[in-house]
């Protein structure tokens, strides 16, 4: 069983649509939760950042994470064409040294159609 | 924000030789680098880690002889790609972090490699 399980669509929804992207992972040392985006032939780009549980809100896109369900998500409202990529989740420990490396989700291929 | 370049973007390679992959953090100091390699369609898979004047770190089934990983400096890593072979031939990632700034890691475009 992979550490982190994430949908690996694809996705294809209508401009304006509201997106749900989802991840669950197994080990619950997990305690940093990173949404990137990454379009194709280009690297990652980190989208959003939390520590722990809650909820977090920056312009149209919302994270989500429950750690007792170890489940996390990404909500991005009103979706626009250039919202189209493939999206991952990353996740990692909080303690040090090979602890700090990420651990990805397999990716989510969004399509939002003009 | 924090700017990781690669260089080349794109290279193509004959079998047998050898290819150098550039990672630099442009506007920081990267105490650690990670090198990735991404096959189409799927995840980074993490190759080694490197830590400033240290031997890097290599994940398991990752051959250290052949890939070849230099962090001589705060803000340069190198992957060299030893006797290519056409097998590996995919898009490489590197990233860095400054851990004693933060704990957020910043890609770079990536590399794609491919051999013939």
């Known amino acids: 069983q992979k550490e982190v399980e994430q949908d690996p669509g694809p996705l294809s929804v209508p401009e304006g649509a509201i997106v749900s992207l989802n991840c669950t992972y197994s080990n619950s040392a997990f305690q940093y939760f990173m949404w990137y985006r990454q379009y194709s032939r280009k690297g990652p780009e980190l989208l959003m950042y939390t520590y722990s549980s809650g909820n977090k809100e920056d312009g149209r896109f919302t994270a989500q994470v429950d750690k007792s369900s170890k489940y996390i998500s990404l909500f991005i409202r009103d979706s626009q064409p250039s919202d189209s990529a493939t999206y991952l989740c990353?996740?990692?420990?909080?303690?040090?040294?090979?602890?700090?490396?990420?651990?990805f989700g397999s990716g989510t291929q969004l399509t939002v159609l003009p | 924000g924090a700017v990781v370049s690669q260089h080349p973007s794109w290279v193509i390679c004959k079998s047998g030789t050898s290819v150098k992959i550039e990672c630099r953090s442009l506007?920081?100091?990267?105490?650690?680098m990670f090198w990735y390699r991404q096959f189409p369609k799927q995840s980074l898979m993490l190759m080694a880690t490197?830590?400033?004047?240290?031997?890097?770190?290599?994940e398991q089934g990752v051959e250290k002889d052949k890939f070849l990983i230099n962090h001589a400096s705060l803000t340069l890593s190198t992957l060299t790609v030893t006797s290519a072979h056409p097998e590996d031939s995919s898009f490489y990632i590197c990233s860095a972090r400054d851990w004693t700034v933060s704990y957020e890691q910043y890609f770079g475009p990536g590399t794609r490699l491919t051999v013939t």
């Open positions: 506007d920081f100091q990267a105490t650690t």
């Open positions: 490197s830590n400033e004047g240290s031997k890097a770190t290599y």
């Open positions: 990353a996740m990692r420990r909080i303690s040090s040294g090979s602890a700090r490396q990420l651990t």
